[in-house]
Nanobody, 122 residues
Framework: QVQLVESGGGLVQAGGSLRLSCAASGRTVSSYAMAWFRQAPGKEREFVAGISWNGGTRVHADSVKGRFTISRDNAKNTVYLQMNSLKPEDTAVYYC???????????????WGQGTQVTVSS
């Protein structure tokens, strides 16, 4: 079993920055691909960024490319999402997820965290 706990969300003004963290626990979690998704009220959950188990492949959604950066520290079983130049449309609950290989499709992920709220004011 894998457990994921997100942290780092909060309130920030437009143009500001936040760094989200997702701490994973469980057997062989460092061998999993990890990803961030987000969901705003009235919208479907969408892919934000993902990273392969060894960090060799990183994918960012077009909406955040150039502003957000995903990274991981396997020694700490933690994935990060550095968010810069935040916009009000980035407001959402951000979720961490893991699976055996990298995917941008949320239905393919088996394990999810509880989410952390990010609110960007204009």
């Amino acid at each position: 079993q894998v457990q994921l706990v997100e942290s780092g969300g909060g309130l920030v003004q437009a143009g500001g920055s936040l760094r989200l963290s997702c701490a994973a626990s469980g057997r062989t979690v460092s061998s999993y691909a990890m990803a961030w998704f987000r969901q705003a009220p009235g919208k479907e959950r969408e892919f934000v960024a993902g990273i392969s188990w060894n960090g060799g492949t990183r994918v960012h959604a077009d909406s955040v490319k150039g502003r957000f950066t995903i990274s991981r520290d396997n020694a700490k079983n933690t994935v990060y999402l550095q968010m810069n130049s935040l916009k009000p449309e980035d407001t959402a609950v951000y979720y961490c997820a893991v699976r055996e290989s990298l995917s941008t499709t949320q239905s393919q992920y088996k394990y999810w965290g509880q989410g952390t709220q990010v609110t960007v004011s204009s």
